[in-house]
C-alpha cells in the first residue's frame, strides 16, 4: 500500500493534466455571459494548475483531455444543473498519434458557483461539488492512464477516486446533493469506479496495459506482434464484460475504441484472427459490429 504526500493546494507550474474545458448553455438564458467564460477559465486552470500527484511530468507527457459541460437548468442564482462528457487521450509511442483511453458520459450533476469564489479542493473532506466531480474525473483519468503504461499502475488514484466517492456521498454542508455519489441517480461516477477496482473485472485493467503499451507503442515497428497483443487485451475486456454484463467500463472502453480496433486489424492478412475479433467483438459490442465486420472486406 503507498503513502501519499499530496500536495492539495494549486502550485506555480502545470502539473499532470492540459485540460480543454467548454461549457456551453442548452436552453438556458444567463443574463452575462462573462459568467460562463470564467466558469469555463476557472475549471481548466483548477484542473490544470495543481499538483495531483507526487510524480514529475514533463510538458509532452501530461494527459490531455477535453471536458463538455452543458448547463441544462439554472435552478436559483448561482446554483446550475448540468451534463458532462469527458474524452482523455494517449500518445502513441514513436508516432504523433494520439489514442483515445476513455469516453465518459456524467449525465446528471449540480453545483453552486460564484465567479467571486475560487474553487478549492481537498483529497479527503468535501468543499464543493463542483470540485469533488472535477477531482473524482482528475484521479480517474491519471488512473487509466498510469494503466495503460504498468500493469495495474493506477491502484493508488482509484482509492484517492473512491475517497472522493465516500464523502461526497455523505455531505450535507453546502446543500448541494448529489445522488451521482450515491448510486441512486446518474449512476456513472459510482459504477466506473466499481467497474475498475472489482477484482472480478480486473480483465479491464490488465486489459488496458496489454492494449497501449504491448501493443499501440510497438505497432509502428512490430505490427504483427501489437496485433496479438491487442487481441488479448481485448479477450481479457470482453471476458470481464461477459462476466458482468452492460458494464459501464466496457460501453465507455468500447465507444472511445471501436474505430481504432478497426482500423487496426483491417489491413491484418490473418484472417483467422480477424474472424475471431469480429465474432468476440460483436457479440460484447453489437452496438458497433457493423464496423468489426468491415475488417473482413
Known sequence: MFVLLLVAGPVARAQELQAEVN???????????????????????????????????????????????GITSIPQN???????????????????????????????FNFNYSPQTPLDFS????VSNLSSLLGYYAYMVIGLDRDTFARLGGTQYYELARNVVNYSAGQTSTGEVDEGWRGTGSRERHFLL????????????????????????IFVDRPEE??????????????????????????????AKSDEIANIFRTSQDRQMKQQLVTMLTEVDPTNSAKYQSVMK
Request: cysteine-free; proline content about 4%.
Open 78 to 108: 448561482g446554483t446550475y444543473n448540468a451534463t458532462m462528457r469527458l474524452i482523455s487521450t494517449r500518445p502513441v509511442f514513436g508516432t504523433g498519434y494520439e489514442t483515445n483511453v476513455i469516453s465518459i458520459v456524467d449525465r446528471s
Open 23 to 69: 461549457v456551453t448553455t442548452e436552453n438556458v438564458t444567463i443574463s452575462d455571459p462573462t459568467l460562463v467564460t470564467q466558469m469555463q477559465t476557472d475549471i481548466r486552470n483548477f484542473l490544470n494548475n495543481r499538483a495531483w500527484t507526487t510524480q514529475t511530468y514533463k510538458p509532452e507527457e501530461r494527459i490531455r483531455l477535453k471536458i463538455f459541460i
Open 194 to 217: 466499481d467497474n475498475i477496482v472489482d477484482p472480478q473485472l480486473e480483465g479491464f485493467r490488465t486489459g488496458l496495459y496489454a492494449y497501449y503499451r504491448q501493443g499501440l507503442d
Open 226 to 255: 501489437a496485433r496479438t497483443s491487442v487481441m488479448m487485451a481485448l479477450t481479457g475486456i470482453q471476458r470481464a464484460a461477459v462476466m458482468r454484463p452492460s458494464t459501464l467500463f466496457a460501453r465507455a472502453f468500447f465507444d
Open 123 to 126: 483529497p479527503n473532506s468535501f
